[in-house]
């Protein structure tokens, strides 16, 4: 339920109005983010007046945030409403009502001593609401600088100038990660490394052509030279989908079509997890993350080619944790469906337009009807999986597939 509907719904009341006053006060999220917002302490607004004070108890264990606005409108609200009041009004309401206001004594200092909440933006509070749970977005978007699961580690990234692996690189930075970003366009990996700095995360820039083997094990050379240690390698490189003939059956596809993501991803992920674990089995620990799509099990038409390279890459993140797993490394794959804001499904989704004439949510509805939850998946779905496979929490994981499709494809 969209927060708005639920003040509508109470107009007259002074713990709406209050609420609604808070709200506009909330215009510095955009619109997309405000109406999606869920909170469920507001959504108890809609009780009726006698029940306003479980109203406040609720918001204060909720968003201590709102907590003290709530509670000076209950007790105006309680005030004026005296003769107001029903019969058969909670009982902890009549009281509240019939009490006196308590005047404070400015000679003596407060018992217990309180704690003066430090001045924050309305964002600010949100973001630490959500971040503690007591907010839920239906959406959510990509976090703030904030994480600390990947403090004191460096991770690299290549093809971090594209959309996964942009995403990815800022997430991992939002968790505490130096991150050595690497693309083969200099102006994309730069600007991904700006916004990143201008975030206050760590970020190393650098031209990689990631299938350039000599130029990857230099580069990871000098990252370990520079820093001693190499904890977490992702590669993200990708081709465009009409390359490798996205959208055409088997039987129509070229054989030079079908070996693109052979000869790009999976030769490219070859090169840079090889270079990965030579330097990562010498200091005894590290993670190698894959990442593939739902594709590695036939379940749409048209992705022959990209499906093939999604199967030989999990079965080589198989194999390589076997023989680096006793070195304390670990070499893990994420699997994901189709994330509906990155350049591949975008472009994926203006060639079926382009034919079909369906528009953007149509196709987008498409897409998140074949996975059991029914929704789309996002690019920062995919970069909180990364960060949370990269991270300590996850010591465990290794010779393993995670299947983050939302059910699209089952093993
Ligand atoms: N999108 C999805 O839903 C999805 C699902 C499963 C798997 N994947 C896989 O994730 C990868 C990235 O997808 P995406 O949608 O983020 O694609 P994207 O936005 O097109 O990004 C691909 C990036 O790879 C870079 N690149 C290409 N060749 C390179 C090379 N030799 N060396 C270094 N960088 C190179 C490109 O560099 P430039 O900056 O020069 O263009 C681009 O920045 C692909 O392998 C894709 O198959 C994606």
């Known amino acids: 339920?969209?927060?708005?509907?639920?003040?509508?719904?109470?107009?007259?009341?002074?713990?709406?109005?209050?609420?609604?006053?808070?709200?506009?006060?909330?215009?510095?999220?955009?619109?997309?983010?405000?109406?999606?917002?869920?909170?469920?302490?507001?959504?108890?607004?809609?009780?009726?007046?006698?029940?306003?004070?479980?109203?406040?108890?609720?918001?204060?264990?909720?968003?201590?945030?709102?907590?003290?606005?709530?509670?000076?409108?209950?007790?105006?609200?309680?005030?004026?409403n005296r003769k107001a009041l029903p019969a058969g009004a909670h009982p902890k309401l009549r009281d509240l009502?019939?009490?006196?206001?308590?005047?404070?004594?400015?000679?003596?200092?407060?018992?217990?001593?309180?704690?003066q909440p430090a001045k924050m933006s309305v964002l600010e509070s949100l973001k630490r609401s959500l971040s503690k749970g007591r907010i839920q977005m239906r959406y959510t978007r990509e976090d703030s600088m904030t994480g600390t699961l990947l403090q004191g580690k460096n991770a690299v990234v290549f093809g971090a100038g594209g959309t996964i692996g942009a995403a990815v690189a800022k997430q991992l930075a939002a968790e505490g990660a130096d991150v050595f970003l690497s693309g083969r366009t200099k102006s994309n990996v730069e600007a991904v490394a700006?916004?990143?700095?201008?975030?206050?995360?760590?970020?190393?820039?650098?031209?990689?052509?990631?299938?350039?083997?000599?130029?990857?094990?230099?580069?990871?050379?000098?990252?370990?030279?520079?820093?001693?240690?190499?904890?977490?390698?992702?590669?993200?490189?990708?081709?465009?989908?009409?390359?490798?003939?996205n959208g055409k059956h088997a039987v129509d596809l070229s054989v030079e079509e079908f070996m693109v993501p052979l000869t790009r991803f999976v030769k490219s992920e070859f090169i840079t997890a090889r270079a990965a674990a030579r330097r990562m089995v010498q200091q005894r620990s590290g993670v190698i993350i894959f990442l593939t799509g739902s594709p590695a099990r036939g379940h749409v038409e048209g992705a022959t080619a990209i499906g093939t390279a999604f199967g030989a890459i999990e079965t080589?993140?198989?194999?390589?944790?076997?023989?680096?797993?006793?070195?304390?490394?670990?070499?893990?794959c994420l699997r994901i469906t189709a994330n509906t804001d990155s350049r591949s499904i975008e472009d994926v989704m203006n060639a079926v337009a382009a034919k079909t004439g369906a528009t953007k949510d149509q196709l987008i509805t498409g897409i998140a009807s074949m996975n059991f939850l029914k929704v789309p998946s996002s690019i920062a779905d995919t970069a909180r999986a990364v960060a949370f496979l990269a991270s300590d929490k996850a010591r465990l994981f290794t010779g393993t597939v995670v299947n983050s499709s939302a059910g699209a494809a089952l093993d």
Do not use: C, W
Not at 29 to 51: D, E, F, G, K, W
Not at 99 to 115: G, I, L, N, V, Y
Not at 320 to 325: D, H, M, Q, R, T
């Open 194 to 245: 700006r916004e990143i700095t201008a975030a206050e995360g760590r970020a190393h820039p650098a031209v990689v052509d990631a299938l350039d083997e000599a130029a990857v094990e230099e580069y990871i050379d000098d990252i370990v030279g520079h820093s001693r240690r190499l904890d977490v390698v992702f590669n993200a490189v990708g081709a465009l989908v009409h390359e490798y003939g």
């Open 316 to 332: 080589f993140m198989e194999n390589l944790a076997f023989e680096v797993g006793p070195a304390g490394v670990r070499s893990v």
């Open 97 to 115: 009502s019939q009490r006196p206001e308590a005047k404070a004594d400015p000679a003596r200092p407060p018992f217990p001593p309180q704690r």
């Open 1 to 80: 339920m969209a927060g708005g509907d639920v003040f509508l719904s109470a107009e007259d009341d002074t713990v709406s109005r209050v609420v609604r006053q808070r709200l506009k006060r909330t215009s510095d999220l955009n619109p997309h983010q405000y109406s999606h917002l869920y909170i469920p302490t507001l959504v108890r607004i809609q009780a009726p007046s006698a029940r306003h004070l479980k109203t406040g108890a609720t918001a204060r264990k909720f968003a201590p945030d709102l907590g003290p606005l709530l509670e000076s409108a209950i007790k105006a609200s309680a005030k004026s």
